[in-house]
């Protein structure tokens, strides 16, 4: 399967794991489209609202989701957002850190439905 020539994110770890079927692949990044908008609202909404504990458990939850769909710039900022959650930090620093994950995901959202031709 070839990609495009894109720069924020990497299928290579995903096709480690279902194999080099575009079918499943496909299906797999459809799947990434329909849950990852929901999990990266509920951090924009529990850190609105102070949810420290919400905020934290949705950071864990999407910190795999970003490593296998390879996406660029994320591994340290997911982290950090997490470790701050856990620790009430819940500060104008990552006010900053989730502007920037929401910036990144939403250009990676982009490029994967102009990738695989999804609406």
């Known amino acids: 399967m070839s990609q495009s020539n894109h720069s924020n994110y990497c299928l290579d770890k995903l096709i480690g794991f279902v194999g080099d079927d575009p079918e499943a692949i496909k299906n797999m990044v459809n799947l990434f489209l329909n849950t990852t908008p929901s ?11 102070g949810s420290s504990e919400t905020l934290a458990k949705s950071a864990h939850t999407l910190k795999p989701t970003l490593d296998v769909f390879g996406i ?7 982290r950090n957002i997490e470790q701050k959650a856990k620790r009430s930090e819940l500060d104008e620093t990552m006010d900053k850190q989730i502007k920037q994950l929401t ?17």
């Open 39 to 49: 999990l990266l609202n509920a951090i924009i909404l529990s850190f609105k609202e």
């Open 72 to 78: 660029r710039d994320t591994y340290d900022l997911i």
């Open 103 to 119: 910036t990144t995901l939403e250009l990676v959202f982009q490029e994967l439905k102009i990738d695989f031709q999804l609406s």
